[in-house]
């Protein structure tokens, strides 16, 4: 199926999606890397307030490159997610409902994603230049001494995405796999 999907996702609009789904996001969300997951971990770790509120939050992996003039944000493709699979099921289980990024996740992040009523959604690798399109504004939030991987809010008109984990346990990456071996 295709949808157009308004952000925030919310527990209810997870539940209507599912694996192999195309969606075009419109709205707010975060940007972070590794590095800022490491210091949100560290701060839940401390039992320190997040700078970030994660209810309802979707996480776009993404590093940009510097911004061309009139432009909001450089070259915005994604990045592997499964190095954020540490922190991933903690984020989950505090509000957030969504990851953007590319490839695999491990078996905790697809159970926390089910536990959690999430959604794992995948963009385009190699295409960071066209995504970037996508993006009508951003601005830094914290962890600018991150540089590229600071803590970003962006804006998105359409931004396109594949449902690659949805929150009845379904694994696009499982699915087209096992359709492929026959």
Do not use: W
Not at 57 to 81: D, K, L, V
């Amino acid at each position: 199926m295709e949808y157009k999907m308004t952000l925030p996702i919310t527990a209810e609009k997870a539940k209507t999606l599912e694996a192999g789904d195309y969606v075009y996001l419109t709205g707010e969300l975060y940007v972070a890397r590794d590095a800022a997951h490491k210091r949100l971990y560290e701060l839940i770790a401390e039992g320190k307030e997040l700078p970030i509120d994660l209810t309802d939050a979707t996480i776009y992996y993404m590093g940009p490159s510097p911004a061309r003039e009139g432009r909001p944000i450089g070259s915005a493709g994604p990045t592997t997610a499964s190095r954020m699979d540490k922190y991933a099921p903690t984020l989950l289980d505090l509000g957030q409902k969504a990851m953007i990024g590319k490839g695999k996740r491990t078996k905790e992040v697809l159970d926390a994603i089910v536990r959690n009523d999430g959604v794992y959604f995948a963009a385009v690798g190699g295409a960071g230049a066209l995504l970037s399109k996508c993006i009508v504004k951003s601005e830094i939030v914290c962890y600018e001494d991150l540089g590229a991987e600071a803590i970003r809010r962006i804006t998105v008109e359409d931004f396109p995405v594949i449902v690659v984990a949805d929150c009845k346990g379904n694994n696009l990456y499982a699915i087209a796999a096992e359709k492929y071996k026959k």
